[in-house]
Structure formats: C-alpha cells, structure tokens
C-alpha cells in the first residue's frame, strides 16, 4: 500500500515536473507578442517624438519663406506705389511748370499788348497835336500871306493868270514827264532840317499871295525863301483857280522835288528848287 502511494506520488511529480516547463514556456510564448507590441508602443512615441524637430523645422522654414515672400511682395508694392507717386508728382509739377510759362507768356502778351496800345495812342495823340500844329501854322501863315499881301492888282493878277493858263495840259498823260524821264534832278536840294520843318506832307500852303515871277514863261513863285519853279505843265481836270484856292505842297519823291494838290493827291508836277 505504501508502495503504491510512493509511486503515485512518483508519477505526480513527474507530471508536475513536466507540465509546468511546458506551462511556462506557453506563458513565455504568450507573453513575447505582448512584449513586442509594448516594445513597438513605446518605439513609436520615441519615433514620432524625434521627427517632431524636424517637422518643426520644415514648419518654421516654411513659414520664414512665406514670410520672406510675403514681406519681398509688400516691399515690391512699396516701390511699384512709390514710383507711381513719384511719375504722378513729376507729371503734376511738369503740368504746373507748363501752366505757369502760359500764364507769364499770357502776362507777357498782355503786358506788351498795353504797352502797344499806350504807344499806339501817344503816337496818335502827338500826330494830332502835330497835326493841329501845322494847321495852325498853315493858318497863321496864310493870314501873315494875306496880311503882307493884302491885295493883288487888277495887273499882276491878270499876269499870273496868263501864266498858269499857258502851261495847263491839254493830255496830262501825254505831257507830264518825271526826273527819270527828264534824265533825273539836278537842281538846289533843300537841306533836311529845313525840308522837316517846312516841306513833305504835312505842310501844306497855298500860292495865293506868295511873290510871284514869269521866267522863260514859266509861273515861279517862293516859298520860305526858296524859288520854285514848274517844269512840267499841270493837268487839264485841276480846277481854273487851283493855285489861289487848293491847298498844295512840296515834297521830295522819287529821286525829285514834286509839287503836290491836295485836292488832287493821285499826280505830282516836276519843279525845280533854287534860291
């Protein structure tokens, strides 16, 4: 009996003896994967942990090239909106330049425009008075003409009257020559102060009165102490008593001394001048 027991007890242990390496190497084996996931879980964190620098990194870098762009952007705006303030501010002081050389020339125009207009009215004004002053003179000296003369006898009258009749043109056009045609003057010239102040247009007389003489049958009067003499006949439409009542002048034109009626300005007679 005891026997028995013993080796019951025997087998038992055997059994146990080899059950439980069987055990644990099953254990062992159910616990590796569990090791591994938990090696592979605790891997992971330690993998993410060391590409969060670098992803970090890409970020900042990535947000310094979008700042960089951002900022080379703003700064090309800045210069693109300074330039075109700059061409503005040129265009607008070329503009006022422009506007304010119209306005001098305009100030200009205007200004030498009055300056034009206060000449052109002194020029008037003292071509009036001169104007006025010959007439006078023309007046005065008539009526000194009158005074020293104050009749003609019935005698020289009719002297004076035969000689103008003998040299009225009977065809103006075919009688009258001029200084060229006649080879040009070759008398007394008048000196030019005295020719201002007595001859040319604007000092008219009248032969009315003045000292009269028939040389080689040609009427010659003075006048201001000059002798003129008329070469050339006088036209046949001039009225009858011209020489008392026209007013005429003397005056020096085309390489010669004319004799001019104011009544008639379109012809002159060819005189000669002596003293």
Do not use: C
């Amino acid at each position: 009996m005891n026997a028995i027991r013993i080796i019951g007890a025997a087998i038992l242990s055997l059994l146990l003896g080899v059950a439980v390496p069987a055990y644990s190497q099953q254990d062992e084996k159910q616990d590796h994967p569990a090791q591994q996931q938990s090696n592979h879980e605790q891997a992971k964190p330690e993998q993410q942990h060391a590409q969060q620098p670098q992803k970090q990194e890409q970020n900042k870098q990535t947000q310094q090239h979008a700042q960089q762009q951002k900022q080379e952007q703003n700064k090309q705006t800045q210069q693109r909106a300074q330039q075109q303030k700059q061409e503005q501010n040129k265009q607008t002081q070329q503009h006022a330049q422009q506007q304010q050389r119209q306005d001098e020339n305009k100030q200009q125009q205007h200004a030498q425009q009055q300056q034009k207009q206060e000449q052109n009215k002194q020029t008037q004004q003292r071509a009036q008075q001169q104007q006025r002053q010959n007439q006078n003179n023309r007046e005065q000296h008539a009526q000194q003409q009158r005074n020293d003369h104050p009749q003609r006898t019935q005698e020289r009258q009719r002297v004076q009257q035969s000689a103008w009749q003998e040299h009225r043109s009977q065809r103006w056009d075919s009688d009258h020559r001029n200084w060229q045609q006649r080879g040009g003057y070759n008398g007394y010239r008048i000196p030019d102060n005295r020719y201002r102040g007595y001859f040319g247009r604007d000092h008219e007389f009248r032969i009315y009165g003045l000292p009269f003489l028939v040389v080689g049958g040609y009427p010659r009067f003075q006048y201001e102490g000059y002798w003129i003499s008329l070469v050339d006949p006088w036209p046949e439409y001039w009225g009858n008593d011209w020489y008392d009542n026209d007013d005429v002048y003397v005056t020096y034109v085309d390489n010669g001394y004319y004799l001019y009626n104011r009544r008639y300005p379109n012809v002159g007679i060819a005189i000669s001048i002596s003293m």
